[in-house]
């Protein structure tokens, strides 16, 4: 194992991330407090408000590294993170622009028409335009190169038909970024032929139909492609690069701090009515809790600061991951030591409402963006164990 290391650089934060940590934090506090929003776990996946993507928007925090000709701000990857964290820590209902502005805005400008950047990326920044993600299909999911959806080429387009699976948030989106087979693989190139796609989610023979969770939240879709026309304009890069582009966007999807803080609210809310003293049992889970916090936050940061700097950090987005899933799912079993085993929803209270759906929701960490198998792969390929 000598020799294997891995690059998390610690990022220069200067005083305007600082300024507009305060600024983000301020709003949030001032929102909870006039009601704006009710505090959920789980934010990412689970709080759609549109209303409120609005008003982010309208402070200019969506799409905020993106050129101000296509509605962004010209800011680092570093003045995004904080915002997301900020978001993330107060339980924010952010899921409608949550993958627009961390995966599909950034994949539009890389590999999207000037049409889509200039219509698209604007609305996306304003808030008011989500997109979901069509990778997974009932038979691909970890092997997503056996993907069975298929774009045929005709006149002035292509045909898309088939069935994508757990497409988060599709019923409050516009588009589909949809992975396609677009030529038959080749023996020894499956990831040959696929095309990525920009599909206009209110297209004649597009149907989503949502799947309850078990959180009782309709937060994911199967969504149905039947000979749907999309236009030559609508390939997102080069036709039959598409696998190109999903590895080169993992690193965005993997690596942010919605990686780890997934449950965080629950430990806000355990801390502040924390009104007896801790135990040494408590106060020893909790400092477990927020040290592991701390060495997740160095290292997603360190990704940002790579993402940055132009790099491709792939490696290092699926350690942050892999060890970030398995910390907020372990942060609510921590969490059950303070309260009742069973936590239960609709008391009235914010805590037993966010430790309740936490432990619902808490499996899914671990399979959504990749399965941590997986991801152990992709970790021990990059330091050369396989
Ligand atoms: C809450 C949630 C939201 C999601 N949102 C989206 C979305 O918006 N868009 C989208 O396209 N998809 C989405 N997904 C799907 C997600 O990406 C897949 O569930 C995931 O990639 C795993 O695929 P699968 O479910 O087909 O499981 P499978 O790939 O069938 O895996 C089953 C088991 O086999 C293991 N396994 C598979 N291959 C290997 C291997 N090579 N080595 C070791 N073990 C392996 C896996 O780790 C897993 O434990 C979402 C999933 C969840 C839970």
């Given amino acids: 194992m000598a020799g294997i290391r891995f690059n998390f650089p610690a990022p220069e934060i200067d005083q305007s991330i600082n300024e507009l940590r305060n600024e983000v934090r301020a709003f949030l506090h001032e929102e909870i407090r006039g009601g704006g929003f009710v505090p959920v776990a789980d934010c990412w996946c689970a709080g759609v408000d549109r209303n409120f993507s609005r008003k982010l928007g309208q402070k200019g925090w969506i799409g905020v590294t993106w050129p101000r000709e296509y509605g962004g701000q010209e800011l680092s990857a570093l003045h ?34 000037e049409d889509m950047k200039r219509n698209i990326l604007p609305r996306i920044a304003a808030g008011e335009c989500f997109v979901a993600l069509g990778l997974s299909e009932p038979e691909a999911g970890s092997d997503l190169a056996s993907v069975k959806t298929r774009a045929r080429k005709v006149d002035g387009g292509w045909e898309i038909t088939g069935t994508k699976l757990w497409s988060s948030g599709a019923q409050h989106c516009q588009y589909m970024t949809v992975l396609a087979r677009t030529s038959d693989p080749v023996e ?65 999807e993997r690596s942010g701090p919605e990686r780890f803080l997934s449950t965080f609210i629950a430990v806000e809310r355990v801390l502040e009515q924390a009104s007896r003293d801790l135990t040494d049992r408590e106060a020893t889970v909790l400092g477990g809790i927020v040290a592991r916090v701390r060495a997740l936050r160095a290292m997603s940061l360190g990704v940002a600061a790579l993402l940055e700097e132009g790099k491709s950090p792939d490696v290092e987005a699926a350690l942050v991951k ?7 799912q372990d942060v609510v079993e921590r969490l059950r030591e303070f309260g009742p085993i ?3 929803r609709g008391s ?15 499996p899914s960490f671990t ?9 152990k792969g992709i970790v021990a390929r990059g330091i050369g164990l396989r």
Wanted: glycine share 12%; aromatic share 6%.
């Fill in 367 to 375: 399979l959504r963006g990749g399965t941590n198998e997986v991801l």
């Fill in 188 to 252: 020894g190139s499956r990831h040959e032929g696929l095309t990525q796609f920009l599909v206009p989610l209110d297209s004649r023979g597009v149907t989503i139909s949502g799947i309850r969770d078990m959180s009782g939240v309709e937060h994911f879709n199967e969504s149905h492609f039947e000979s749907v026309f999309v236009a030559d304009d609508s390939v997102l890069g080069q036709v039959g690069e598409g696998w190109k582009q999903i590895t080169s966007e993992l690193a965005l």
């Fill in 348 to 362: 009235g209270d914010l805590l037993d409402d966010v430790m309740a759906d936490s432990l619902l929701r808490q």
């Fill in 80 to 113: 995004r993170y904080v915002i997301t964290e900020e978001l993330l820590a107060v339980g924010a209902p952010v899921h409608a622009h949550w993958i627009a502005d961390r995966q599909s805005g950034p994949l539009i400008l890389a590999s999207g028409t």
């Fill in 322 to 328: 892999d060890l970030g899933t398995r910390f907020e």
């Fill in 342 to 344: 069973l936590w239960k």
